[in-house]
């Protein structure tokens, strides 16, 4: 995944984050907060709404109410000549709000195979992640330790955090009607405000969303869309960017990160678990890994 190093440079106080840098390579909630269970409601009403805007803003929520989905995602990162793809599968539970990822690397990674990621409101755990730990144990990182609050540092948005950033939608417009997969969806198009979406989200689930709206060099995140009939989502796509040199707002300085999160499976079983303490890999807090 991006180099974390080279990707958010202000990052290297933290064991931890530094754990989480020696993961990534080459370029330099739907969970809510503490009002999530009263969004879990029966979601046999739902529909999409005839305004753009509040169709957008409402997906996040009317997802959640089905229970679970599975999920494929894609995080392309660009910064100059540079270019580099993640892709990953798995899903999330809405009602234990946790969700599982296991993201391929590209070559060139400070690791092989496949980094597996758990995510849970404002944690992440992450297992194969290159960073000098034993085999088999995961990595426990807080998302406020991370200036892109884990939207993008990881190699994939999870699907929690790429719906909620659409509580913030700022614009929307119809583009048009698409069939996927045999099901009719409305696509739509906007920008969205990540500060914005971290107040309508509230608790741990913000969190993530707060941390890359102060980090992120474009506020106005770009973003498209499309919605059912009932209004959950089944794609979204968000071009987040910020600085790949420190305090730079130079235009060759910027690294573009393309993420794309496809649902589909809703109300399907999803294999999630929390890792066991026995599991989690402790460093010295003052320390890197060596």
């Not at 309508?200 to 009939?229: C, I, N, S």
Request: proline share 5%; charged share 20%.
């Amino acid at each position: 995944m991006p180099n974390q190093s080279q990707l958010l440079p202000h990052v290297r106080s933290a064991a931890t984050a530094v754990a989480l840098a020696a993961a990534l390579t080459g370029l330099a909630a739907c969970s809510g907060g503490s009002g999530a269970a009263d969004r879990r409601q029966d979601s046999s009403a739902d529909q999409l709404a005839a305004d753009p805007l509040t169709a957008v803003r409402a997906a996040a929520d009317i997802t959640g109410r089905t229970g679970s989905a599975h999920a494929a995602t894609e995080l392309v990162t660009e910064s100059g000549e540079k270019k580099a793809a993640f892709t990953g599968v798995g899903g999330y539970d809405y009602v234990r709000r946790i969700g599982r990822l296991e993201v391929a690397v590209p070559p060139g990674a400070a690791t092989t195979g496949k980094i597996v990621e758990v995510v849970l409101p404002g944690i992440v755990y992450l297992q194969n992640s290159g960073a000098k730990v034993p085999a088999g144990k995961w990595v426990k990182l807080d998302v406020r330790q991370l200036p892109d609050g884990n939207l993008v540092s990881s190699g994939a948005t999870d699907p929690a955090g790429a719906a909620g950033a659409l509580r913030g939608a700022q614009k929307a417009e119809l583009v048009g009607a698409e069939t996927v997969g045999g099901v009719a969806l409305k696509h739509y198009r906007g920008t969205l405000d990540l500060a914005k979406a971290a107040e309508a989200t509230g608790g741990r689930g913000a969190d993530g969303l707060r941390m890359a709206a102060q980090t992120f060099t474009v506020k106005e995140v770009p973003y498209d869309a499309w919605l059912d009939q009932q209004g959950r989502l089944h794609k979204v796509v968000e071009v987040f960017t910020f600085a790949g040199v420190a305090g730079s707002k130079e235009a060759k300085d910027q690294v573009r990160v393309t993420s794309t999160t496809s649902l589909s499976d809703f109300g399907k079983p999803v294999d999630a678990a929390e890792p066991a303490a026995g599991d989690i890999y402790s460093m010295n807090p003052t320390e890197p890994p060596k």
